[in-house]
């Protein structure tokens, strides 16, 4: 699967506006853990559709809140997976 920067960040920004801000966008370094926006019960299920979409296995140690911390933070983490 070819994965680009921009495609990664247009998935997740367009799971963030779906799933969790009710289609208000997001900045990409905006903390989304820190400030509130994504919880720990949708940090799993962004998870789940990381997995999914990406094709990607998430293990317990990659469960941290740098990987989870931003878009760009998502974005990183899953580029480093994919390929």
């Known amino acids: 699967m070819q994965v680009t920067t921009e495609g990664t960040a247009s998935a997740i920004h367009g799971w963030l506006q779906e799933h969790v801000t ?6 990409d370094d905006l903390p989304l853990l820190e400030s ?4 720990s019960l949708q940090t ?4 789940l559709f990381l997995e999914g979409h ?3 296995s ?5 469960f941290v ?15 480093s997976r994919v390929g």
């Not at 509130?36 to 919880?39: E, H, R, S």
């Not at 809140?65 to 580029?79: P, Q, R, W």
């Open 22 to 27: 009710g289609g208000r966008p997001l900045a």
């Open 36 to 39: 509130g926006v994504l919880t």
């Open 44 to 47: 799993v299920e962004l998870v």
């Open 54 to 56: 990406f094709g990607i």
């Open 58 to 62: 998430v293990s317990d140690d990659d």
């Open 65 to 79: 809140e740098e990987n989870f911390s931003s878009v760009d933070a998502i974005v990183a983490f899953v580029t």
